[in-house]
């Protein structure tokens, strides 16, 4: 069950222990906030993408000197049912600023893998219209850095539920405000859909945001009450992000929320699935191998994963002694040196292409999108929307024969960021670094339909 934390030297006090609660119901408080996209990513060449039938995607792995990922190869390695594929599903994703080639973006990857279009894909933009920014800075919290977002986002739900429509819902900005407006629009639109939120922040930055972390709690108890899913990232910055305290990311802190946390393959990097990777740095899918807790000191970056300063212990989460609502309760391949590929085109300028391109991303944000495939797979051989799941996933994780056939428990490794004094260690059942593990989807959808008593 809960796990004991990885010290170092450095003592440390946890802050509001004694009220976890303080920051969530207080109604005062002012400025607005920045989400954070959670994902980490590295171009893999300035190369063109192009639709070619004789083209491919894995040898841009090698130009990268990574491990990378394909749609088909994450597939095997998790076992998604052949019979599945989300038909007469929702997704709904959540990104702030969009990218503006999206559209053309989602049609090459699919190209380029081999998979069919969607049924369809709405894009729905705020007020005033989808933002037109501009991309002379290559931030990767501005609009350059959440159109990667974006594109991994959509084409990523859309690559495992390939028979779910899409839906790109975007803010105007990544302000928390901007992201409640979104999100509070395109809810009542979809009854029973699922959302993705690959983006967060950590809980210690909005203590004086209440007012938009409380908008933000009235649009998932909305989803709730219409039937929605709804995920988002738990972080890739460690236990701390990066701070001495332990802290969870919002809005995968949130109990009504489902946070994803992350993993890379054990051994890393290529061992996520039981198949050989090539010179070329591409691999063969072949089943599942092995995973442990994602870290990857040479991208700075680690899975989140802690006990929240805003949230006490959801019912779900008894019995796992717990002071509060922690993270993540699942987890999904993350790593970067073992991340997937996506089609990008917003701004080849800004990178010294000329056309569109293939980046290798990683990250938490890669899990949220999948997970949210998932959930419209399961929803489709449910034949209705299962809505929230958090309660079913841990009914399913506190027994012991569903368990072990729905989730790959992970065992290995922990969330210390590098300079950081302290992270959770991964262990058997659930845990502060993994949750309850990555899924096995042909084995864990039926079980979401029909879980244990």
């Known amino acids: 069950m809960k796990k004991n934390l990885l010290f170092t030297a450095i003592a440390f006090s946890v802050i509001l222990a004694a009220s976890p609660l303080a920051f969530a119901v207080s109604t005062s408080g002012g400025g607005d906030f920045n989400y954070i ?27 990268a000197g990574l491990v990378c990922y394909s749609p088909q190869f994450i597939r095997s390695a998790y076992d998604f049912p052949s019979n599945l594929d989300g038909a007469g599903q929702t997704i709904v994703i959540v990104d702030a600023y969009g990218s503006p080639t999206i559209v053309s973006d989602l049609n090459l990857f699919d190209t380029s893998f081999n998979i069919p279009p969607p049924p369809s894909f709405t894009i729905i933009c705020p007020p005033g219209g989808c933002p037109t920014p501009s991309y002379s800075s290559k931030n ?15 084409e990523y739900a859309h690559a495992m539920a ?14 928390g405000n901007a992201i409640n407006v979104a999100e509070s629009t395109v809810i009542p639109m979809f009854p029973g859909a699922i959302m993705s939120q690959s983006f967060g922040i950590p809980e210690y930055l ?6 938009q972390v409380l908008q933000a709690e009235q649009n998932y108890r909305t989803a709730a009450a219409d039937g929605w899913t709804v995920f988002a990232s738990a972080g890739d910055s460690g236990a701390t992000n990066g701070i001495a305290t332990p802290n969870a990311n919002f809005p995968a802190s949130d109990p009504l929320v489902t946070a994803v946390g992350g993993t890379m393959g054990d051994p890393y990097p290529a061992g996520l699935a039981a198949g050989s990777c090539s010179a070329s740095g591409g691999c063969t899918p072949s089943g599942y191998g092995g995973e442990q807790v994602w870290n990857e000191p040479s991208f700075g970056a680690a899975s989140g994963g802690a ?11 008894s019995g796992l002694g717990l002071t509060s609502r922690a993270t993540p309760d699942v987890s999904y ?6 991340g ?8 080849p300028a800004c990178i010294g292409a000329t056309g569109p391109v293939f980046f290798i991303v990683g990250g938490t944000s890669a899990g949220s999108p999948q997970w949210a495939a998932i959930a419209a797979l399961a929803d489709q051989a449910a034949g209705h929307p299962l809505g929230y799941l958090n309660k079913v996933i841990y009914a399913i994780g506190k027994d012991t024969n569903t368990y072990a056939a729905s989730f790959h428990d992970i065992t290995v490794g922990n969330n210390q960021l590098v300079g950081t004094p302290f992270g959770y260690k991964a262990g058997p059942g659930w845990d502060d670094a993994s949750g309850w593990g990555t899924p096995n989807v042909a084995n864990l959808i039926p079980n979401l339909v029909s879980p244990p008593s």
């Open 37 to 63: 996209p959670m994902d980490i990513y590295t171009l893999a060449s300035t190369q063109t993408v192009t639709s070619s039938p004789n083209f491919n995607p894995l040898t841009f792995c090698a130009s």
């Open 140 to 154: 990767p919290l501005g609009p350059f850095g959440w159109s990667i977002e974006t594109s991994l986002d959509v």
């Open 162 to 175: 390939p028979g779910a429509n899409i839906v790109l819902d975007v803010a105007a900005s990544p302000a």
């Open 206 to 211: 909005i203590h004086n945001n209440n007012a």
């Open 307 to 317: 006990e929240s300063l805003l949230f006490s212990t959801p019912s779900f989460q």
């Open 333 to 338: 391949n993350a790593a970067v040196n073992g």
């Open 340 to 347: 997937v590929l996506v089609v990008w085109s917003a701004c």
